[in-house]
């Protein structure tokens, strides 16, 4: 199989996103063969260390078939793995290489293994239980940070507290590590002494920007820390000798996910509801429904940091429906979610991952690998058998230890158990039998035949569930090639041809090289540091586009105009003919559609489980017409298209040693990590 050649744009987003340092400085970065090579390397690990011997040659043949498929852009494997694996550093933390996990928050031991996730980069869904997480006796009137003088590492490693009671102090002296930082919660949350001042002492920590060894991305330094802290500290004081509510939980959990800087925390969290009507709703979670409404003004900024959702556990009347997609027009919060069906597919359940694609029981982990469908139109077996590759190498990814010195034994237990999969497509739409019910069950069907062919090798427990849909988002632009890039998950693209805007830094060492290939740029009117390029986009055709007339330029375009409930049957046929967990969607819709919507909600609700929403935009409205500065994604004609695209000469990125991610316009809510 031929290595494929990316788009310009899958290269930048590629390489800004996937390659790690060769040094701790930053200043030189891994190539894509490279990468590659050690993604490679890291399955040929977990498959070694299986077996206990090397691989023998038709081990070797089919471990250089899924290289071959990685190289064409036919399969992906997830991006944890493609920013983790093969490094030295998941093979002691298992976790590091994980897409996604969920913790019920019911114990101080809960908060470490959810603050140690969030530090090595993994998503967490939680549920807070109220009980035995609790705030501060009264007698602690007095919080006082310690500040960090450090100018480079070397402080100790491990936390530390010390309780004066003579003096009345209680200090908590936080360790230079991810773990030193994970276990000083479970001392601020574990038996709290009545004394008169606690002390959050941060003078062993090293400043923010220098790369840390083994993750490779940059540390946010002591400060980001302190002010999460603090933070939680008067939350507790507020609680003096009561447990915390669920909403003090929450704001905790949210406030962790904030001392990070160039890797984000994801985080979802949902609450369940027996209720059925807008009135028992509003009396019992109309606190929750109003959770994250003005946020900012409110100074309540942490709570970007989750996804919340409604879980009913039973049908709810029409009119909760409809109040709900009414809240979520303008906020896109709360969402809503039918548990009893999730449970019906995984009576385990309890929760989801912040992308809500996977069935997680407490302590479950997940991890992902998903295939570009349309690239295989015309060659539905090789599909099959891509798909039974990358089942095969998803299991390979369950085979791991979650002991790692942090985490409680159910999660490793859990592992075992489970051996959670996630084959999900990208691309979609754009699949010759996307509509196809027996095509459908036949790719899925191939997905679980290979994760159960490798489960009954190594004589483990076959996957609980294999096959899943995930949003894609910085995968798929990852995957593009040149006049084919990829529909994301099982959403169609806003428009078949496309201007996408990418922010850089102004100092950005590659601008140089766009504006003499040609690109267009112009200062980012939201980002006085930022620089805006212009990345002309071409996805493939599918049926579900709309031609349309310009009524502005006069020309034809083929644009996204589908409408909810369309959005909403495709779920519903993936969900019975490919899905074992979830179909992460995004529904697009406007005001007029909801009567549809709240219909198809009451005639379909035994075949959902969850989906996200947002506000649908006119897609000839202009910026200044939807009250933006600009947008970064505008439809365009094929004639613009290839206008633009034929003044482009080639960009050598080979030489791009920037660490700056790319702001590709995603994961606004915090839900979808990048890495």
């Known amino acids: 199989m031929q290595t494929a050649v990316p788009s310009v744009r899958a290269q930048h987003v590629h390489r800004r996103t996937y390659l790690r340092p060769l040094d701790e400085e930053g200043t030189q970065f891994e190539t894509p063969d490279e990468a590659h090579a050690r993604v490679i390397g890291h399955q040929q690990w977990l498959w070694e260390r299986q077996v206990g011997r090397p691989l023998n040659r038709e081990e070797a043949l089919e471990l250089h078939e899924l290289a071959g498929l ?55 869904g939680f549920k807070p239980v109220v009980g035995l997480l609790s705030g501060f006796p009264s007698s602690i009137t007095s919080v006082r940070i310690v500040p960090s ?57 090293r400043p923010g920007g220098k790369r840390l060894r083994g993750y490779g991305w940059i540390s946010s330094g002591w400060e980001p820390l302190s ?17 915390l509510d669920e909403g003090e939980i929450i704001d905790t959990i949210n406030h962790l996910g904030t001392v990070l800087s160039s890797r984000r925390s994801a985080q979802c969290c949902v609450i369940e509801t027996e209720q059925t009507t807008l009135r028992g ?7 929750y429904a109003d959770f994250k409404t003005d946020r900012w003004e409110r100074g309540e900024g942490q709570r970007e940091q989750s996804n919340n959702s409604i879980g009913f556990l039973r049908k709810p009347e029409p009119a909760v429906i409809e109040e709900l ?95 959670l999969c996630g084959v999900s497509p990208t691309g979609a739409v754009a699949w010759e039998g996307i509509s196809d019910p027996k095509m459908l069950e036949a790719v899925r069907d191939a997905a679980i035949a290979g994760a159960d062919s490798m489960a009954d090798e190594f004589g483990t427990p076959r996957a609980r569930r294999v096959t899943q849909v995930q949003p894609a988002g910085t995968s798929s632009k990852a995957l593009g090639l040149e006049g084919d890039e990829v529909h994301e998950g ?29 690109y267009r740029m112009r200062p980012n009117p939201n980002d006085p540091t930022g620089v805006l390029i212009c990345f002309p986009v071409e996805y493939p055709a599918s049926p579900a ?14 644009v996204n105009q589908e409408s909810a409930v369309s959005q909403l049957e495709r779920y519903r ?78 960009v050598d990125l080979s030489g791009d040693t920037s660490g700056e991610l790319l702001d590709l316009g995603e994961c606004a809510t915090g839900a979808c990590p990048i890495r």
Request: net charge negative.
């Open 281 to 287: 709703l509003i009396a019992e979670l109309g606190w």
């Open 325 to 419: 997609l009414r809240r979520i027009l303008p906020t896109g919060e709360p969402g809503f979610v039918n548990v009893e069906h999730a449970r019906r597919r995984a009576p385990e359940m309890e929760g989801f991952n912040p992308c809500f694609e996977i069935l997680l029981s407490d302590k479950g982990f997940c991890n992902l690998v998903q295939n570009v469908w349309h690239r295989f139109n015309g060659d539905l077996a090789g599909l099959l058998r891509a798909q039974w590759i990358a089942g095969r190498a998803n299991y390979r990814q369950t085979c791991v230890s979650m002991r790692d010195g942090v985490l409680q034994l159910p999660w490793n237990d859990a592992q075992k158990l489970l051996r």
């Open 573 to 650: 046929l993936l969900m019975n003919h490919y899905v074992q967990h979830n179909c992460s969607i995004t529904i697009n819709f406007d005001d007029a559609e909801i009567p549809a919507m709240v219909d198809w909600f009451m005639e379909h609700w035994d075949e959902f489980i969850g989906v996200s929403f947002l506000k649908r935009n006119d897609p000839f409205a202009t910026a200044e017409q939807l009250g933006f500065k600009y947008l970064p994604q505008e439809c365009v004609s094929r004639e613009r298209y290839e206008a633009y695209a034929s003044t482009l000469s080639h």
């Open 70 to 124: 990685m190289l064409a852009r036919h399969t992906s494997m997830s991006g944890r793995v493609k920013w983790m694996g093969g490094t030295d550093l998941v093979k002691e933390r298992a976790a590091g290489a994980f897409n996604c996990c969920f913790s019920l928050a019911r114990t101080p031991a809960d908060l470490v293994d959810i603050f140690w996730l969030l530090l090595n980069g993994c998503g967490v």
């Open 490 to 518: 099982a959403h169609l693209a806003l428009s078949r041809w496309i201007f996408n805007w990418v922010n850089y830094p102004h100092n950005d060492p590659t601008l140089p090289l766009f504006e003499a290939a040609g």
């Open 149 to 205: 003088e450090r100018t480079d590492r070397g402080g100790a490693e491990d936390s530390s507290e010390h309780i004066d009671i003579a003096a009345g102090t209680w200090r908590i002296t936080f360790g230079d590590s991810a773990k030193g930082w994970a276990k000083a919660i479970g001392m601020l949350f574990g038996e709290k002494p009545r004394v008169r001042e606690l002390v959050l002492d941060f003078s062993e920590l």
């Open 227 to 243: 002010r999460s802290m603090a933070s939680i500290a008067r939350l507790m004081q507020r609680a003096a000798h009561r447990p």
């Open 545 to 558: 586009f709309t031609k349309v007339l310009d009524p502005a330029t006069g020309e034809h375009l083929e």
